[in-house]
């Protein structure tokens, strides 16, 4: 459970980066903006103080649980799970190659660690649910955090989890929404607008924060606010750009969604040393 400074979870945070627009690039597939826009929560989960967890004990039942979700964005998760031990660099250069267990969804049958097996968009919260009820069961005292992506917000399911949380009065869980403006065809607000995130979950009970989730300073301090509250649920709405912070290279390209695609060579360089 590293303690990074806000001054190194930054650099944390560019190193992430370099490692997602590497692993997709050289998978040729995958989706490096949706991971890029989620990439200082995941950071500041890991290497901030928040998430206490062990690689070499990764099924120790205290661990604090992190569910992606959204499991396209793997390419993150799998790249701050490697900067955190659970397995090295090399291996993640096997994303998506037949055989590997570094898949394009997150598959928590092949990689101790990951908590939950997603990529059917709507799922993670209610499985969150699971696991904090199950630590109230048992008396043990572990935070659950899932990560939503705002398109995924329009599947009812996650409406039905909010209404839930609240019921069972989860303290123990952290919803973090990766309001990163775009889904799969277009804009989020185009496609179903249910941007105006805070009003909606704070009806149904929910203590909630709307912030710039591509700001280190401004995560980690919303994560200590969620950390404090200790009556009710909590939600992050995580206001981010899709593909930060390279977004002029794909307005560029003509696609500042650039849902699903990975990063041409020629682009992938250009990314890195804008990153770098
Ligand atoms: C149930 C379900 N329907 C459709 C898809 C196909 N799909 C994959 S990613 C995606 C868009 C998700 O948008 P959002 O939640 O905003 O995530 P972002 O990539 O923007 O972070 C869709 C529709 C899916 N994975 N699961
Ligand atoms: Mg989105």
Redesign the pocket.
């Known amino acids: 459970m590293p303690e990074l400074s806000l001054d190194d979870l930054k650099k944390k945070a560019t190193q992430i980066r370099e490692l997602i627009i590497r692993i997709t690039t050289e998978a040729g597939s995958g ?1 490096p ?2 991971s890029l ?2 990439t200082e929560v995941v950071t500041a989960l890991y290497f901030g103080g928040f998430m206490k967890y062990d690689p070499k004990n990764p099924s120790s039942p205290d661990r604090d649980r992190f569910i992606l979700s ?4 793997c390419p993150v998760l799998y790249s701050a799970m490697a900067e955190a031990g659970y397995f090295t660099t090399d291996d993640i250069m096997t994303l998506r190659k037949l055989g590997s267990p570094w898949e394009g969804h997150p598959n928590m049958r092949r990689l101790p660690g990951i908590e939950a097996s997603t ?4 799922q993670g919260l209610s499985i969150g649910i699971g696991h904090a009820l199950a630590g109230k069961m048992d008396g043990r005292n572990y935070q659950t955090y899932v990560m ?6 329009g ?1 009812g399911q996650v409406w039905e989890a909010i209404a839930a949380a609240e019921k069972y009065a989860l303290n123990n869980l952290t919803a973090i929404i ?1 309001r ?1 403006g ?4 277009g804009a ?1 607000k185009e496609v179903l607008d249910l941007t105006e995130f805070q009003p909606k979950i704070e009806a149904f009970g929910w203590h909630v924060q709307t912030i710039n989730g591509n700001d280190m300073g401004e995560v980690v301090a919303a994560l200590k606010t969620a950390r404090g509250v200790n009556d009710k649920p909590t939600c992050i709405v995580s206001k981010t750009q ?1 593909g930060y912070p390279v977004v002029p290279l794909l307005e560029a390209e003509g696609d500042p ?1 650039y ?2 695609k990975p990063f041409s060579p020629e682009l992938a360089k250009k990314a890195l040393e804008l990153i770098g």
């Not at 959204?70 to 964005?73: I, P, Q, V």
């Not at 990529?119 to 709507?122: D, Q, V, Y």
């Not at 775009?182 to 065809?185: A, G, P, S």
């Open positions: 989706h903006s949706s826009s989620a959204k499991g396209h964005a990529g059917s968009l709507g939503l992506g705002d398109g995924e917000m599947e990766d990163n775009y889904q799969q065809t989020t899709k969604n849902h699903g």
